[in-house]
């Protein structure tokens, strides 16, 4: 009787689980700063090659959230005092296999009448394999002086079900926001919640 409390615990942690990883995303952000700096005026740049709308929408997104961080927008480069430059990307599809043990009910098991008839007492245990398929999205934001020096640099990644970017692309900026000119020293996991605005 105690294998089957544990055992409903335990679906039922699986199950909290995973409502609450529906709620979220995990960004990992790596990301570093030559000297702080404290905001100024910026010319926004991309090398990734893409639709026009597309990168619209992602400088408009990055815009906003480089305004929290005191960085004003010009459209004249001469007069910016930064450069700053996005490049995003999406790399696969990937798959990934789990193996892991699941229960067996033993009056499922062998013979006509099921296991317990078939002479299996206690829980057997199996293996089962899960394959899933994902894509990795990443964005990559550098600052530089108007000398070319870097500042600092921020590279956002996530895991996900699809190839498309737009859906994702709020995620990744609001994961980096809060290691922009910040030094990680290593890759951390933000997880981001999930909104209406996302």
């Known amino acids: ?3 089957i409390y544990i055992l409903i615990f335990g679906i039922i942690m699986l199950m909290i689980q995973g409502c609450s ?12 700063s030559t000297h702080n700096t404290f905001g100024g005026t910026y010319y926004l740049t991309t090398n990734t090659q893409g639709m026009q709308l597309q990168q619209d929408y992602f400088a408009s997104q990055l ?17 910016a005092q930064y450069i700053i430059n996005y490049n995003y990307d999406v790399s696969g599809p990937f798959t990934s296999v789990q ?17 317990v008839y078939g002479g299996y007492y206690g829980t057997t245990w199996t293996n089962s394999v899960e394959a899933s398929t994902y894509f990795v999205k990443k964005l990559e934001v550098s600052a530089y ?16 079900s699809d190839s498309e970017l737009r859906d994702s692309f709020p995620y990744l900026v609001s994961g980096i ?14 997880s981001v919640p999930m909104s209406p605005n996302n």
């Open 145 to 160: 002086d108007k000398n070319n020096n870097p500042i600092w640099q921020v590279v956002g990644t996530l895991k996900s």
């Open 63 to 79: 815009q906003y959230m480089l305004g929290t961080k005191g960085y004003t927008r010009l459209n004249d480069k001469k007069y």
């Open 177 to 190: 926001a809060p290691y922009v000119n910040e030094n990680s020293n290593k890759i951390v996991y933000v």
């Open 1 to 3: 009787m105690k294998k």
């Open 99 to 115: 193996s892991y043990q699941v229960p067996v009910n033993p009056w499922w098991g062998a013979g006509y009448y099921g296991g």
């Open 21 to 32: 990883s529906v709620r979220s995303k995990v960004v990992a952000v790596d990301s570093y």
